[in-house]
């Protein structure tokens, strides 16, 4: 299993032990991770609980967790959360950036 499966899988345990969500389940449509969550907590608290334990979960990595709401669907909430990762520059703008690819060893 690679890591990013690992962390979506994880998220979800995680939340279910604090006790923010009592079901949830990943679907993916057009190539989007789309999670259905059942939980007390109204669209904005929980999407910032997602994020939050998104963040713990990536603390000292480069990834970086987004979680965006899309719509309630009878009891469930539908978010897009994914964990990004940045992509490295290949190539010099011209402006000298601190991750400028000429600075590279």
């Given at each position: ?13 995680h ?6 969500i ?8 057009a190539?989007?991770?789309f ?12 999407g ?9 979960m990536?603390q ?6 987004e979680?965006?709401?899309?719509r309630s669907?009878g ?22 950036c601190e ?7």
């Amino acid at each position: 299993m690679r890591l990013l499966d690992q962390w979506y899988h994880q998220l979800i345990i995680h939340l279910r032990e604090e006790g923010v969500i009592t079901e949830a389940a990943w679907r993916e449509y057009a190539g989007q991770r789309f999670l259905y969550v059942n939980s007390p907590l109204p669209p904005p608290e929980l999407g910032i609980c997602l994020t939050e334990a998104g963040e713990r979960m990536t603390q000292g990595t480069v990834a970086r967790p987004e979680c965006i709401f899309v719509r309630s669907s009878g009891t469930d909430q539908v978010y897009r959360f994914r964990f990004r990762i940045p992509e490295d520059k290949k190539f010099c703008c011209g402006n000298l950036c601190e991750d400028c690819f000429l600075f590279r060893s």
